[in-house]
């Protein structure tokens, strides 16, 4: 059996300090996410979570990169952000109907991540849920979800995730707790303890660890010495794997993600 693609990228794609030291001296704006897109498998756009987008846009970032590419699009703040969750109807709908279709095939999953201080509430969550739409103007949507409170550490909540379909975003993180239950049918990680003081983001030392696991997602398998919450061993089917460079050690995260491109081969 064939493994699922493997895609490694960086959050956006603008960012001063890639100037010349990711993008070559001389590069214009325009032309970064041209750049980028040829360096990378896919990028984490994180400019929907604090504002809408019209749908030219999106078809111009579909345009712009090669065949194969990926963005993963992450949710709205006004979705995430709310006491009650439950009463998210009408801007999760917005969100999904503002354009994203226009990506087409380069489209991934929508990343939804919820604040540190946001606490498991089986009832409320399980209606959030139910409210990810799973199509839009007839494209198939996927969704991703990010949780950083301890109290999500509890096997409902696995359960509830892999009923609904939908994936547990797993983060390598300093500051939160992590869960690597494997729930949906892609995998989504974001490597976020790197440090700029490394020359590769994270350590030479880590790199044949996440190659490694991200082999082992591709071909439909759970990575040993990973935080779970339960026992569970997902069925053995190749999953598309998404892994992201983000947040520490943001000026080397685009060497991390070539570095990872690279061993993978």
């Known amino acids: 059996m064939a493994s699922a693609p493997i895609r ?3 959050g956006g794609w603008t960012f001063e300090p890639w100037r010349g030291t990711f993008y070559p ?3 214009t704006q325009k032309k970064e996410l041209e750049f980028a897109s040829r360096q990378l498998s896919a990028i984490e756009v994180n400019g929907t979570y604090y504002s809408t987008f019209k749908p030219a846009t999106f078809e111009g970032w579909a345009r712009t990169v090669p065949e194969g590419f990926v963005f993963t699009v992450k949710g709205s703040r ?3 952000n709310r006491k009650v969750l439950a009463e998210a109807g009408e801007s999760v709908q917005r969100f999904v109907s503002q ?3 226009e990506l087409g095939d380069k ?5 939804w991540q919820f604040m540190a201080t946001k606490k498991f509430d089986a009832e409320d969550f399980r209606a959030f849920l139910a409210l990810l739409p799973r199509e839009e103007a007839g494209v198939k949507l996927r969704h991703a979800i990010q949780v950083r409170h301890e109290s999500f550490h509890v096997p409902e909540f696995v359960t ?3 009923e609904a379909g939908v994936a547990l975003v797993y983060a390598d993180s300093p500051q939160y707790p992590a869960l690597a239950d494997i729930t949906g049918d892609f995998v989504y990680a974001r490597l976020e303890a790197g ?3 490394n020359p590769l983001c994270y350590p030479e030392a880590d790199f044949p660890r996440w190659t490694e696991a991200a082999k082992i997602w591709a071909d439909g398998g759970r990575p040993d010495g990973l935080p779970y919450v339960t026992e569970e061993v997902p069925s053995a089917t190749p999953r598309e794997t998404f892994i992201f460079f983000i947040h520490g050690g943001k000026v080397r995260a685009p060497a991390a993600a070539q570095e990872l ?4 081969g």
Do not use: N
């Open 25 to 27: 001296a001389g590069l």
């Open 195 to 197: 440090e700029d003081e």
């Open 99 to 101: 354009g994203l279709v």
């Open 8 to 10: 490694i990228g960086i």
């Open 107 to 111: 489209l991934g999953p929508i990343f």
């Open 78 to 80: 006004f979705c995430t």
């Open 261 to 264: 491109i690279r061993r993978l």
């Open 160 to 162: 509830m995730c892999r």
